[in-house]
């Protein structure tokens, strides 16, 4: 079974994009000479499983971010929705998440990079998710989409580590023991 792992900023209040999935708040800061550890995570990723709202954001990036395979978790999405560009690069699954982790674990993907909120509460609800590493931005924008909420019982995590930066980010890691 391949292990979920999330790399994600937040504001302090919880939230990883505006309601219209607007990331002003976190792209229009200036983070220039610091290394949050970004690069060091995905290298340790064998691919990157996102939901299908985050895969709509990313989509319109150009150039695509990503040089991990993708794999865009969706019942509504199908191949024949990718954009051309990216039809070597993205997959579409519609897989409940431990199918769709053990499909994974059958190609050889020990460690997934699992992104997007409502993505990453059902893998976390699913005992998916050994590691969290949570940037929080020091900013409250008031409403969004949250990370956090309607996970069912209590999750203990484990905390490993918690940083600063000069920007004011703090970043805090956490490990998730298997359920
Ligand atoms: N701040 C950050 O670091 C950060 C990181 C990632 C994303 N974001 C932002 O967050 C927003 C997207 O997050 P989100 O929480 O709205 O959505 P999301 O988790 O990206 O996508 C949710 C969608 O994925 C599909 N899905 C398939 N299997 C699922 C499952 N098992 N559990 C839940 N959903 C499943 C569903 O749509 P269908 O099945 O209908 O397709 C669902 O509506 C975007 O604006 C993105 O840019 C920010």
Redesign the pocket.
């Known amino acids: 079974m391949t292990e979920g792992h999330v790399f994600?900023?937040?504001s302090l209040d919880g939230f990883?994009?505006r309601p219209d999935?607007?990331?002003d708040w976190?792209t229009g800061r200036d983070f220039s000479g610091e290394d949050h550890g970004y690069a060091a995570f995905l290298a340790e990723m064998d691919g990157i499983v996102?939901?299908?709202?985050?895969?709509?954001?990313?989509a319109g990036f150009d150039p695509w971010p990503y040089a991990l395979p993708v794999v865009v978790?969706?019942?509504?999405?199908t191949t024949a929705d990718l954009p051309p560009a990216l039809s070597q690069r993205v997959r579409v699954m519609?897989d409940?998440?431990a199918a769709l982790m053990a499909r994974l674990g059958a190609e050889g993907w020990q460690r997934a990079y699992v992104?997007?909120?409502?993505?990453?509460?059902?893998?976390l609800a699913a005992g998916l998710i050994r590691r969290l590493t949570i940037?929080t931005v020091p900013v409250l924008i008031g409403a969004g989409?949250?990370l956090f909420g309607g996970t069912g019982a209590d999750i203990a995590l484990h905390h490993a580590e918690t940083r600063s930066f000069p920007s004011g980010l703090v970043q805090s890691t956490y490990r998730v023991p298997a359920p």
Do not use: E, N, Q, Y
């Open positions: 994600i900023a937040t990883i994009a999935h607007g990331l976190l996102m939901g299908s709202a985050t895969f709509r954001t990313v978790a969706s019942r509504s999405m519609a409940p998440p992104d997007g909120g409502a993505l990453i509460r059902s893998f940037t989409r949250p």
